[in-house]
């Protein structure tokens, strides 16, 4: 069974930063690349950043400049450094591990359950 669990979320002003974690935990034999979507209410689910096991990374244009995605291997962490915050950056914020567990040889994507970030003007 693996878990992942998101922290960091909140309520914060316009310009403002906030620090997104998500770890993974259980029978965890290897993780690819880990990344976190957000959800807006209304709106569909979408990535905003991801991270390769060899720390390759990739944005969304909207948060170019203002995020970064960092991860530990040996925590099995991931991070989502979010500064300059714009209400537009409100939503649901969700980590992502493609991972593979112990008891199986492919690997598939595990989900967090969300943390909510609400950005106020």
């Known amino acids: 069974q693996v878990q992942l669990v998101e922290s960091g979320g909140g309520l914060v002003q316009a310009g403002g930063s906030l620090r997104l974690s998500c770890a993974a935990s259980g029978s965890i034999f290897s993780i690819s690349t880990m990344a976190w979507y957000r959800q807006a209410p209304e709106k569909q689910r979408e990535l905003v950043a991801a991270?390769?096991?060899?720390?390759?990374?990739n944005y969304v244009d909207s948060v170019k400049g203002r995020f970064t995605i960092s991860r530990n291997n040996a925590k099995n962490t991931v991070y989502l450094e979010m500064n300059s915050l714009k209400p537009e950056d409100t939503g649901a914020y969700y980590c992502?591990?493609?991972?593979?567990?112990?008891?199986?040889?492919?690997?598939?994507?595990?989900w967090g359950q969300g943390t909510q970030v609400t950005v106020s003007s």
């Open positions: 992502k591990a493609e991972l593979r567990d112990i008891y199986n040889t492919r690997f598939s994507d595990s």
């Open positions: 991270i390769t096991s060899g720390g390759s990374t």
